[in-house]
């Protein structure tokens, strides 16, 4: 027998989900951050020019997919001195956060800290190496005990808050100092939208060295890639390069036509403007809607959800938006101070979000 692992927290929506697909208008699905717009044709094309390879693809990627990693890392984020080496596709990025611990030689007894809200995968991936798990907001919370592996996800999901450079680099000192890993979960770093956010590798963050540092990146919402399962780690070469030595004897490879888009989708930031645009846009139809009916929004300054409260029990304010057709993710789904607040997506379409705005003015 495996470790116990929690219920797959969005099963236990179908009584909401069924209320809301009743609704005569069709349900509005904001529960999941899934893209709703269609691939780019540059990335569809880059797919495409290489299905007629037959042969195995490489754990480690091609070099032209990290090289465009290692450039988009400095382009979009500032990030340099990266070496491509120290590069690795993951086959998104939500099987990273479940298998790092066990990749890492995390065991039971280890400690793995993680946000105090966090996406379930932090606990599920610790749960999955034996280890325990501590929630916590900041390095105090933690007291004597010195974890194994601690988790940092700047822009948050599910609030959307961004950690500040100060912040992050007394993180980065502190885990050097004891020898922790840092690993960084970056999917929404493209998406901010009232203050910047930066990378753990930033050098203003790191001192200019990656070493104890993995930063965990991902293609699913910036290039709307979820289904192509297209993520990469880099950071510390020995760090990435145990990591390879094991994923390849784990058969835990991206597929040669996602390698390809990938690297398309690196190499091209002009859809991903196009993308956060879409998304703004979104997000001031629903804020405003949501205000308009009542609630706060806290955080938020970034990523692709509405972190939202009407000062009731998340599942009460959950019932109630179901009762409009729209289906929300209630906050317990990612711990327990999460209770009175629901977490709302960006990722719908212009109608949908329009048809979830007017349901909300009454």
């Not at 099987?95 to 599920?124: F, H, K, N, Q, S």
């Not at 988790?151 to 450079?165: D, K, Q």
């Amino acid at each position: 027998m495996g470790p116990a692992l929690p219920d797959f927290p969005w099963d236990s929506l179908a009584d909401h989900t069924a209320t809301a697909r009743s609704h005569p208008d069709g349900v509005v699905d904001l529960s999941v951050g899934t893209p709703v717009d269609p691939v780019p044709e540059l990335i569809r094309d880059a797919l495409a020019a290489v299905s007629d390879q037959p042969g195995y693809p490489t754990t480690h990627g091609t070099p032209e997919l990290r090289q465009a990693a290692v450039e988009v890392m400095a382009r979009r984020f500032g990030v340099t001195g990266l070496d491509p080496a120290a590069v690795l596709p993951t086959i998104g990025s939500k099987e990273m956060v479940a298998w790092l611990p066990t990749l890492l030689g995390v065991r039971a007894g280890d400690l793995v800290a993680i946000p105090e809200l966090a996406y379930p995968t932090y606990e599920v991936g610790a749960l999955l190496a034996g280890a325990e798990v501590a929630r916590v907001e900041g390095l105090t919370a933690l007291g004597p005990r010195t974890p194994a592996l601690l988790w940092l996800n700047s822009p948050s999901n599910p609030t959307g808050r961004v950690l500040p450079i100060e912040h992050l680099r007394k993180v980065v000192d502190w885990a050097r100092e004891r020898g922790v890993v840092v690993a960084s979960d970056e999917c929404y770093l493209s998406l901010t939208w009232d203050s910047d956010a930066v990378s753990i590798l930033d050098p203003r963050v790191s001192g200019g060295s990656a070493e104890g540092l993995l930063a965990v990146h991902s293609l699913s919402k910036s290039s709307s890639l979820a289904g192509y399962r297209a993520g990469f780690v880099t950071g510390d070469p020995a760090l990435v390069k145990r990591l390879l030595e094991i994923r390849k004897h784990a058969g835990m490879i991206v597929p040669r036509p996602v390698q390809s888009a990938m690297t398309a989708a690196l190499r091209d930031d002009q859809h991903v403007v196009d993308q956060r645009a879409r998304y703004e846009a979104r997000r001031k139809v629903l804020r405003e809607a949501l205000l308009g009916a009542g609630f706060r929004i806290d955080h938020s300054e970034a990523g692709l959800y509405l972190w939202a409260t009407r000062d009731e029990d998340a599942w009460d304010t959950a019932g109630w938006l179901a009762s409009l057709g729209i289906l929300v993710a209630p906050g317990t789904f990612y711990g327990p101070s999460g209770n009175r607040h629901v977490r709302i997506a960006l990722t719908a379409t212009d109608e949908r979000i329009a048809a979830a705005a007017a349901r909300l003015a009454g």
